[in-house]
């Protein structure tokens, strides 16, 4: 399964971006989704995890009340909704697919190649 991000670029702070994720093939698999992000010299951290229904979802505390997760399992995308964006919100971020929707890297089978999103204050 290959994902592809789309979606990052550079904001101001308090702006808002929305990231998307797809795969490229076809898959009838049922994954569970994470997004996780990576800035330089740090290592990569997790942001959210959403499962196949949609019915549960994850976040870590440096987004939460700020970042949605979402999924639309017809179109096979899933969304990331990052509002009152900060600086400290810069990196790289990554969408992984997996068996379980947890915080740990290693639980994803399968990355994205990544997308930036640059916050400037």
């Known amino acids: 399964v290959q994902l592809v991000e789309s979606g990052g670029g550079l904001v101001q702070a308090g702006d808002s971006l929305r990231l998307s994720c797809a795969p490229s093939g076809r898959t009838s698999s049922r994954y569970a989704m994470g997004w996780f992000r990576q800035s330089p010299g740090k290592e990569r951290e997790f942001v959210a995890a959403i499962s196949w229904g949609g019915g549960r979802k994850w976040f870590a505390d440096s987004v939460k009340g700020r970042f949605t997760i979402s999924r639309d399992n017809a179109k096979r995308m899933v969304s990331l909704q990052m509002n009152n964006l900060k600086p400290e919100d810069t990196a790289v971020y990554y969408c992984?697919?997996?068996?379980?929707?947890?915080?740990?890297?290693?639980?994803?089978?399968?990355w994205g190649q990544g997308t930036q999103v640059t916050v400037s204050s």
């Open positions: 992984a697919a997996g068996g379980n929707p947890t915080s740990w890297s290693g639980d994803y089978d399968y």
